[in-house]
């Protein structure tokens, strides 16, 4: 840092085209990175600032005011700094890491993945470029690109948790559900980190593997009873073992950390179901149907909660409603069959009793 300090006041000293500018951009540039060192970053950025008035053509000095701008926070400044400071040097990676990760911290993951894409190129295995490149394909859904990413990396550093981490991820997302869980254990395990443990829980669950998905939620929420969404997990998990009170005590606290949980309130619904509790369950369906008006399964279990209040018709729209968003769906069918008998519909019935059947009847069969 200190040589690099001396070659840019060298730069700013023999630049100057007059006697008394060039103490004043001297001066000038020492605050400023006097001000950066210690962390104030609105001295700096207005030490900067004054100085690119005077010397607009050195280039650390545009890449030093974007640094203080990333860190204030203020990434579009920043980036329109690193972009101004790229057109002097193209070829300069430092800059092009910084302008990607200006991209990373703001969230635009598209932007920050073509500037890390070059980077990678020129060193393929590099950990802290791909898991970044990986992450941010993960963020915009390009899981597979993520994958192609991560996996030369990970053979290049198979103890890398970053990069074990992201592809466990990306696969978890892509389909690649054993080895992306095996990856995301192996992390939770050896970082002791809560976010793998719940990640690792909820896949888990989709398996069906419901110890496993509790062991992992209950190793979640020791190392951090806070963690968006390892109550919400807890219960989800504990009605398929049977402890549906354990469920609601654990829905109702994440409700009360985080009222717009989606998924609280359409599981706690769905368990005070269970239990008969059709008053207390209503609101949360409700407010599940609310929060996501196009969820199946939010407008599944009101269907199953107006079929129990003994409200046929408005059932029968509810389940027509599911269908049509997700025809493969094979318990709607035997629902709506059972109303439309109920409501005199026999031929409609048996229609939707066939789809059932045909839906779960076995592969070969099917």
């Known amino acids: 840092m200190l040589e690099k300090m001396r070659f840019v006041l060298a730069l700013l000293l ?3 085209t007059a006697a008394a500018q060039a103490p004043s951009a001297e001066q000038l540039f020492r605050e400023a990175v006097a001000a950066q060192q210690r962390g104030d970053e609105t001295a700096a950025i207005a030490k900067y600032r004054e100085l690119l008035k005077l010397r607009p053509d050195v280039l650390e000095v545009r890449a030093n005011l974007g640094a203080a701008l990333a860190r204030a ?3 579009d400044e920043a ?4 972009r101004a400071a790229l057109a002097k040097d193209s070829s300069n990676t430092a800059l092009r890491m910084n302008l990607a990760l200006a991209y990373y911290k703001k969230g635009d993951f598209a ?5 890390l894409e070059p980077l990678r190129r020129a060193a393929p295995t590099d950990p802290r470029i791909t898991t970044l490149l990986g992450d941010s394909y993960v963020h915009v859904d390009r899981n597979d690109q993520a994958i192609v990413v991560l996996t030369p990396a990970e053979r290049a550093h198979p103890d890398d948790l970053g990069v074990a981490w992201t592809l466990g991820t990306a696969m978890i997302r892509a389909g690649q559900t054993r080895p992306g869980l095996d990856r995301v254990e192996r992390v939770a395990k050896a970082g002791n980190s809560a976010e793998a443990w719940l990640l690792a829980g909820q896949t888990l669950l989709k398996l069906n593997e419901f110890e496993r998905a509790r062991d992992a939620a209950d190793a979640a ?3 951090d009873p806070r963690l968006p969404g390892v109550q919400t997990l807890r ?10 009170q354990g469920a609601i005590d654990a829905l109702e606290k994440a409700l009360a950390a985080d009222p717009k ?9 769905a368990v005070l179901q269970t239990q008969r509790d059709l008053e207390r369950a209503r609101p949360h369906i409700e407010r599940a149907l609310a929060l996501r008006p196009d969820s199946a399964m939010a407008r599944y279990e009101m269907g199953r909660l107006e079929r129990a209040e003994g409200k046929v018709e408005a059932a029968i729209r509810d389940f027509e409603t599911v269908i049509r968003a997700e025809p493969n769906w094979a318990q709607p069918h035997l629902e709506l069959s059972a109303l439309y008998y109920r409501a005199g519909r026999q031929s409609d019935g048996d229609r939707e009793r066939t789809a059932y059947e045909r839906l779960n009847a076995p592969p070969a069969k099917r």
């Open 261 to 269: 949980d989606f998924d609280a309130h359409l599981n706690l619904g």
């Open 79 to 82: 980036i329109e700094q690193y």
């Open 111 to 115: 932007e920050a993945a073509k500037e």
């Open 73 to 75: 926070g203020r990434f």
């Open 235 to 244: 219960g989800q998990v504990l009605p398929y073992l049977g402890d549906d």
């Open 221 to 223: 929420l020791k190392l």
């Open 14 to 16: 023999a630049a100057s």
